[in-house]
């Protein structure tokens, strides 16, 4: 049975950081593309990161130079480190796994940025 088990999220202020982590169990995560989406209320889910399996990595313009995508083949870990969290990161974070038709949503995390 495949699992995405994301977790680090919680309560930071603005300008805290945070370090996200996807831990995959069932499916051997260092070929799969891994992303982070992140769904605040009443809005639609929106990518934000991305690292392939050779470590390429992609940020959506909202996060470039604050978060960095990273992997541990060992761990069979994604993790997102977030800094310099401001209120509009508030969000549920979910991680996915992605390899031709396999396609694996975690639960997701949340994360709330408030003084």
């Known amino acids: 049975q495949v699992q995405l088990v994301e977790s680090g999220g919680g309560l930071v202020q603005p300008g805290g950081s945070l370090r996200l982590s996807c831990a995959a169990s069932g499916i051997i995560f260092s070929i799969y593309t891994v992303s982070w989406f992140r769904q605040a209320p009443g809005k639609q889910r929106d990518l934000v990161a991305t690292i392939t399996s050779s470590g390429s990595t992609n940020y959506a313009d909202s996060v470039k130079g604050r978060f960095t995508i990273s992997r541990d083949n060992a761990k069979n870990t994604v993790y997102l480190q977030m800094n310099s969290l401001k209120p509009e990161d508030t969000a549920v974070y979910y991680c996915?796994?992605?390899?031709?038709?396999?396609?694996?949503w975690g639960q997701g995390t949340q994360v709330t940025v408030s003084s």
């Open positions: 996915r796994g992605f390899l031709r038709q396999n396609n694996y």
